[in-house]
């Protein structure tokens, strides 16, 4: 059974902008969006706890805004200045604990969506 779905992947040009969702069937405390570029590992991008705060990867910060609807169980991700080493798959992931860091490895989450590929050309 699928649980997690995301949407709105696609290509960009380098400073361009997407915005991905991730519809989850559950109501899950900690969300997060993690990313996995070719022969690389796979890396947390940021989350969100229940309590809407929020942890960013290093190379994200200042440039992704991560968010949530919780009344309609959807996660976001808003990308902005886009640059093409942020090519990669972004994967939608959810663990019921409220504890909720990117410092999290991805085992620690235990759900996961099918991903979604994001291309960033120069």
């Known amino acids: 059974q699928v649980e997690l779905v995301e949407s709105g992947g696609g290509s960009v040009q380098a400073g361009g902008s997407l915005r991905l969702s991730c519809t989850d069937s559950?109501?899950?405390?900690?969300m997060a969006w993690f990313r996995e570029a070719p022969e690389k590992e796979r890396e947390g991008v940021a989350t969100?706890?229940?309590?809407?705060?929020?942890t960013y990867g290093e190379a994200v910060k200042g440039r992704f805004t991560i968010s949530r609807d919780i009344a309609k169980n959807t996660l976001y991700l808003q990308m902005d200045s886009l640059q093409p080493e942020d090519t990669a798959v972004y994967y939608c992931?959810?663990?019921?604990?409220?504890?909720?860091?990117?410092?999290?490895?991805?085992?620690?989450?235990?759900?996961w969506g099918q991903g979604t590929q994001v291309t960033v050309s120069s």
């Open positions: 559950r109501s899950r405390a900690c």
């Open positions: 992931a959810a663990r019921l604990s409220n504890v909720c860091t990117v410092q999290l490895g991805a085992r620690e989450f235990d759900s």
């Open positions: 969100i706890n229940w309590n809407d705060m929020t």
